[in-house]
């Protein structure tokens, strides 16, 4: 079996399954190669999706894996491939026409590409060919080669009393309204989390590149930005963590990292679909963030009940196992050794 994949993308979002592919089919029969992709208009080339095709012998299917924010499947792209998994699937807003090769998957996040040395000719071979800007291209490998590798999300025992969010403060504007929803929803986790200071110590707060009086509203929720392994180890402290619907209500980056890691997650509603519901009270502990006495108790229940904690660490992990793995993600669209 060969697996060819369109190095014409973000290298951040392909490396999670990547690594899935290479495991199952052995580095030797993965490469990168633009020609077979030609076919393609090269503006959908240039979205967020990972496009590749299994060979073997004469058969070849073609699959597309869309980490997009949106639920929106791309028309062009599901017509192309035989599969069509996206992280952010939302059947009630899908029309049918576009379900049939629709497969939901578990939010994934960036790692490590493979070890640095492995990394150098495709990243060489995609700044010669790619169509994009270049010092971008070539920045998001940059950006890839200072992810954890998949191996450091490990379970370890948390500190007790001690909680760890440190998270994005995004744009906002009339179309996302990002600073009524995900920024404020975080931003309200973070002050919950201060006003309890003599019962516990919180760590972390809101990152941004933003300035101004734009963010005047959450200067009091304000942090500076970690490297990614040390957000990591420290995540990995907490005693439990807390996860919103991100940009475009999207299940993020962070669902997947809490997953990975089993720990006890604290969550506002999610907004689209998962290969399987996370069950409240046996997965998640889900909260109305904008009821003070609900976040309140919400925090204390997660903060003073230990085995209410290992419950949902010991049943996220389980479920990251079956469900959000690389290879349990390929395996979700049909792709086995």
């Not at 629709?102 to 939010?107: A, D, G, M, T």
């Not at 291209?137 to 007790?160: D, F, I, S, V």
């Not at 904690?309 to 049943?315: I, P, S, T, V, Y």
Request: charged share 25%; aromatic share 10%.
């Amino acid at each position: 079996m060969r697996v060819i994949i369109d190095p014409e993308d973000d290298i951040q979002y392909m490396s999670f399954y990547i690594k899935g592919l290479e495991e199952l089919f052995g580095r030797e029969n993965v490469a990168f190669r633009y020609d077979a992709f030609a076919d393609l208009p090269i503006e959908e080339r240039h979205t967020r999706t990972m496009r590749f095709i299994l060979k073997d012998g004469l058969t070849e299917k073609r699959f597309i894996i869309d980490t997009n924010d949106s639920y929106r499947v791309n028309e062009v792209l599901y017509q192309w491939s035989d599969t069509y998994g996206s992280v952010n699937a939302n059947f009630g807003k899908t029309p049918e026409t576009l379900q049939k090769k629709l497969i939901s998957l578990c939010p994934s996040f960036a790692i490590q590409y493979t070890r640095p040395i492995h990394a150098i000719v495709p990243a060489i071979g995609g700044v010669l060919h790619t169509q994009r800007n270049k010092r971008k291209y070539l920045g998001c490998w940059k950006r890839t080669l200072q992810r954890p590798r998949l191996e450091a999300y490990t379970m370890q025992e948390p500190r007790e009393g001690y909680v760890f969010h440190l998270s994005t403060l995004w744009q906002s504007d009339e179309w996302n309204r990002n600073d009524e929803g995900v920024n404020l929803r975080r931003a309200l986790f973070i002050r919950a989390c201060k006003s309890l200071s003599a019962e516990m110590t919180f760590e972390g707060g809101l990152v941004t590149s933003r300035s101004g009086d734009s963010i005047a509203r959450f200067n009091d929720c304000l942090s500076q930005r970690l490297p990614a392994d040390e957000c990591l180890q420290k995540t990995k402290e907490s005693t439990f963590v807390f996860n919103t619907p991100a940009y475009w209500d999207c299940h993020g980056w962070k669902l997947g990292e809490y997953m990975a890691l089993g720990k006890a997650i604290l969550s506002t509603p999610l907004s689209n679909d998962l290969p399987a519901p996370l069950v409240e009270g046996e997965h998640i502990h889900f909260v109305d963030v904008t009821s003070p006495t609900a976040l309140g108790d919400a925090i204390r229940l997660l903060l003073s009940d230990k085995a209410y904690r290992q419950h949902l660490e010991k049943n996220i992990h389980r479920y990251w196992c079956d469900y959000g793995t690389p290879q349990a993600s390929l395996r979700l669209m049909g792709i086995t050794r």
